[in-house]
C-alpha cells in the first residue's frame, strides 16, 4: 500500500493536499508543522541554497508533529513554508520518496519530483502541471450523497436553496466592518429576490465580529441558515442542494470548488478587495462565462470545468514513472 504524509499551511491548503492524495488512490496522513522564529521569515531560496539540511528537527517548534521513520512513499505539501519542510525531508528521506508541491514553492521546480500550480502561479518547468482550479475532491458521487444526508437537516427551509459561501481577511486583504456592512446589503437583496433560503456558510477567515453581525442580522430570520462553525459542516451538503451559489472573491479553493457543481455561479465581490491572485481569478471565471455577477435576476447557463483531478493525478503518474 502506498503511504503519503501531507504538509499544509492552512485548512484550504489540507483540503487541496487530501483531494490530491484521494486523486493518486493513497490516503495521507496529515504532519502539523510550523516552522519557528527567526527561521519562519526566511525566503525559500535560502534554504534551497542548502539551509534546508538544518530544518528538520532544529527549525520547527516544539508542538509540531514527529517527523521520523516508517517514512512515506510519497509527501505532499501546499504553501511556502510547507515548501522548506519538504526540502528538510528530502535530505533524511530515502531517494525513492517522491516529494509532490502544490502552488509556487518560491524556488526553482527542480527541488520537488512534480509541482502543481495554477496558471497565474509564476513557476515553470518540465516537472510543472499547470491547472486552471485549486484542487479539490468534488465529484458527482460526493454531491449526491452529501444531498441524501443534508435534505433531511434542511427541510423545513422552503425551497430553492442558494447557497452562500463566505470568505473573510487575508494576508493581503482585510473584511472591515465597513466591507461586511456592504456584504450584508448585497445579501439582503439577493433574499428579497428569492422565496426561497440562503444557506449561509462562514470561514475562519469571517472573523468572530463579523460572524456575530451576520447573526444578529438573519438569525431570526426563517429563510436563513447560518453556519458559523459549531456542529457538523454543512458545506458538501449545501453545494449539493443549493440551485444557486455564491461566493466570495477572497477564496480560489471555494470558488473552484463551486465551479466543480456546474451549477450557476455568482461571485460576491469584497468591497476592497482587488489586484489578488483570488480576484483575478473570479474576475477570469466571469471572463469564461463561468462566473457572473448577480444582476437581481436569477440566470440559467451551462459551463463545465472538466475533471482535472483526474487528468492532474496522470500526468504526476507519467512524470513519476
Known amino acids: ?21 484521494e ?9 502539523d508543522i510550523e516552522v519557528k522564529p527567526p527561521f519562519v521569515w526566511l525566503p525559500n531560496s535560502v534554504y534551497a541554497a ?44 530515502p531517494m525513492q520518496t517522491r516529494f509532490i508541491h502544490i ?17 497565474h502561479d509564476r513557476i515553470n518547468g518540465q516537472n510543472v502541471i499547470k491547472t486552471n482550479y485549486a484542487l479539490h475532491a468534488i465529484t458527482q458521487e460526493k454531491l449526491w450523497a452529501a444531498q441524501q444526508k443534508f435534505q433531511p437537516i434542511f427541510a423545513s427551509y422552503p425551497k430553492p436553496y442558494i447557497a452562500v459561501m463566505l470568505g473573510g481577511s ?11 456592512q456592504e456584504l450584508i446589503i448585497k445579501l439582503r437583496a ?21 460572524t456575530r453581525i451576520l447573526k444578529e442580522v438573519f438569525g431570526d430570520n426563517q429563510r436563513v441558515h447560518i453556519y458559523d462553525g459549531l ?5 458538501m451538503g449545501m453545494l449539493a442542494l443549493a440551485e444557486s451559489i455564491f461566493v466570495t472573491n477572497d477564496s480560489v479553493n471555494m470558488m473552484s470548488e463551486a465551479a466543480a457543481t456546474g451549477k450557476p455561479l455568482y461571485v460576491l465581490p469584497l468591497t476592497g478587495h482587488s489586484d489578488t491572485k483570488p480576484s483575478q481569478f473570479a474576475d477570469r471565471l466571469i471572463n469564461d462565462g463561468i462566473a457572473r455577477i448577480w444582476s437581481g435576476a436569477w440566470d440559467k447557463w451551462n459551463y463545465s470545468a472538466g475533471d482535472e483531478m483526474q487528468r492532474i493525478a496522470e500526468k504526476i503518474r507519467m512524470i513519476s514513472q
Not at 487575508?170 to 461586511?180: E, G, Q, R, S, V
Open 170 to 180: 487575508t494576508n493581503k486583504y482585510k473584511l472591515t466592518l465597513t466591507a461586511m
Open 1 to 21: 500500500m502506498v503511504t503519503c504524509w501531507g504538509l499544509a499551511a492552512s485548512t484550504g491548503m489540507e483540503a487541496q493536499v487530501r483531494a490530491l492524495a
Open 231 to 235: 456542529g457538523e459542516n454543512p458545506y
Open 103 to 119: 502552488q509556487d514553492p518560491h524556488i526553482p521546480s527542480k527541488y520537488f519530483d512534480v509541482i502543481v500550480a495554477m496558471q
Open 50 to 93: 542548502g539551509l534546508s539540511r538544518f530544518v528538520i528537527p532544529h527549525f520547527l517548534t516544539e508542538g509540531s508533529d514527529n517527523l521520523s521513520p516508517p517514512w512515506p512513499d510519497i509527501v505532499i505539501s501546499c504553501g511556502r513554508r510547507p515548501a522548506i519542510v519538504a526540502l528538510g525531508l528530502k535530505h533524511i528521506m
Open 190 to 210: 439577493i433574499q428579497a429576490a428569492t422565496t426561497g433560503t440562503l444557506l449561509i456558510t462562514v470561514s475562519g477567515r469571517t472573523g468572530d465580529d463579523n
Open 23 to 31: 486523486a493518486l488512490s493513497t490516503e495521507v496522513q496529515m504532519k
